[in-house]
């Protein structure tokens, strides 16, 4: 059945919390592939690499190679070749800057990396980092602070773009909730009066990669399965496509005043939706 509709399902909070699967999620996705759906794992995660986010997924029993879509590389899809990025974030943002044929020339936490690194690509590059910078990223990194806050805020009141590979404001964990990407991207805006470019969930260049590594342009029939109505609810209407919302993730409290939390299908969790789609 290869003309079953698309399932974009997103990762944290749905198939797993912190690697840990949830419940039910992974018999759950091998019953949607049996049943012919392409899932596409759409995920406003930075930090890791694509590979380990397969990696991980293969570890709990999911095959998702050339199946993981993240934030970081729809804000890669934002970059230009040759273009010099300031980063503020992690492994998976500078996997996009390089994939996207970007420059890495400098990082704002770059006393947590050692500076040789960069040293070395700009003298392969013959790039100049004080030649400033055309683009400034940001992404979750833990090891943000006032110094790189500086760093970032000055690059981009110098005139760099400023994009954010995502704008969650937290994420969540087995413990409860922690700051995201979009707490350090808000102290960003604030400290040069800039508003980034967003790249992942709920916004356009997300949707973009998605139909780009689905290739397909119209997404009506597809599926967006998430926890969060502010960031899963709103993609699908950015997508085009129906909204599953699963409560085995951040509850909706935190926007349950949002319209897409009123246009939602509410399942338990992934197997209950998947049991609705598959009809078994
Ligand atoms: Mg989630």
Avoid at 73 to 88: C, F, I, Y
Wanted: with cysteine.
């Amino acid at each position: 059945m290869p003309s079953a509709a698309p399932i974009l399902c997103d990762l944290d909070g749905v198939v797993w919390l912190m690697h840990q699967p949830i419940a039910g999620s992974v018999n759950a996705i091998e019953s949607l592939r049996q049943a012919g759906h392409r899932v596409l794992f759409v995920t406003n995660n930075s930090f890791s690499i694509v590979a380990d986010q397969e990696n991980a997924l293969s570890k709990i029993g999911i095959d998702a190679h050339n199946d993981v879509v993240t934030s970081s590389q729809a804000a890669g899809s934002l970059l230009r070749k040759g273009e010099r990025v300031l980063l503020g974030g992690g492994p998976g943002a500078v996997e996009a800057i390089e994939n996207a044929g970007a420059i890495l020339s400098g990082r704002s936490d770059e006393h947590a990396h050692g500076d040789s690194a960069i040293h070395k690509m700009n003298s392969e590059t013959n790039q100049e980092t004080d030649q400033g910078f055309d683009v400034v990223m940001v992404g979750y990194h833990a090891t943000f602070d006032y110094r790189g806050l500086t760093m970032l805020s000055n690059a981009v009141r110098d005139g760099a773009r400023l994009i954010a590979t995502n704008d969650d404001a937290t994420y969540p964990t087995p413990h409860g909730l922690i700051p995201g990407g979009g707490s350090i991207l808000a102290a960003v805006s604030a400290a040069c009066g800039v508003e980034a470019i967003i790249a992942g969930k709920p916004h356009k260049p997300m949707a973009d990669l998605v139909r780009k590594v689905l290739g397909v342009d119209d997404l009506s029939n597809a599926w967006m399965v998430g926890d969060r109505p502010s960031t899963d609810g709103l993609f699908a209407q950015t997508v085009g496509c129906k909204f599953a919302q699963v409560l085995t993730g951040i509850s909706s409290v935190d926007d349950s005043s949002n319209v897409a939390n009123r246009q939602a299908d509410v399942f338990a969790d992934l197997a209950s939706f998947a049991k609705m789609i598959v009809g078994s």
